[in-house]
């Protein structure tokens, strides 16, 4: 059974940091090209960061330079560091495998708010 449990959200400042995290299991983590997005209330989920399975990344141009994906194989894991935070970054963030039917997990909702 796929599940992909997010963690890490919570209200921050602007210009504030974050890290989330993204525990997957049952599936071939290290195959799959991982994603982060987010959706922002009144909007569509729209993709933040993307990691392929070789390491490489891609960036929403909102983000890019503040955001941080990575992934750890041995821990089934993807990473979202989020550094100087705007209150426009205020999301649910979900992570999930590009190109799969996976089911969404519950997200982790940040909101950036002074």
């Known amino acids: 059974q796929v599940q992909l449990v997010e963690s890490g959200g919570g209200l921050v400042q602007p210009g504030g940091s974050l890290r989330f995290s993204c525990a997957t299991s049952?599936?071939?983590?290290?195959?799959?090209?991982m994603a982060w997005y987010r959706q922002a209330p009144g909007r569509q989920r729209e993709e933040v960061a993307v990691i392929f399975y070789g390491g490489a990344t891609t960036y929403a141009e909102s983000v890019k330079g503040r955001f941080t994906i990575s992934r750890d194989n041995a821990k089934n894991t993807v990473y979202l560091q989020m550094n100087s935070l705007k209150p426009e970054d205020t999301a649910v963030y979900y992570c999930?495998?590009?190109?799969?039917?996976?089911?969404w997990g519950q997200g982790t909702l940040v909101t950036v708010s002074s």
């Open positions: 999930n495998a590009k190109l799969s039917n996976f089911p």
């Open positions: 049952g599936i071939i983590f290290r195959a799959y090209t």
